[in-house]
């Protein structure tokens, strides 16, 4: 599946989830569906949605550090609508 496609899936999913969660990219996907995902796709996917977190959902959601495995955490701060 295209990275671009991926993002727009995850970003859409954004709005389902409430103030002060914090969450993993992954968690956006169902289990059967993040698996289905080459790793290198996978990585690349991570980058790109800190990217547009960092500029056009600055206001809504925090990165957060990464974990002992390398995941990054993200937690909600305000109500996200989609953009």
């Not at 956006?28 to 698996?35: Q, T, V």
């Not at 996978?42 to 980058?47: K, S, V």
């Not at 547009?52 to 990464?66: A, F």
Request: overall charge positive; hydrophobic content about 35%; cysteine-free.
């Amino acid at each position: 599946m295209e990275v671009n496609k991926l993002l727009d899936e995850a970003i859409k999913e954004l709005s389902n989830l409430e103030v002060g969660e914090i969450i993993f990219v992954r968690e956006l996907f169902k289990g059967y569906k993040w698996n289905r995902i080459e790793k290198s796709t996978r990585l690349l996917l991570g980058t790109l949605f800190l990217n547009k977190m960092k500029t056009d959902y600055k206001k809504e959601i925090e990165p957060l550090d990464k974990t002992v495995s390398g995941q990054k955490k993200y937690k909600i701060i305000s109500k996200i609508v989609p953009k």
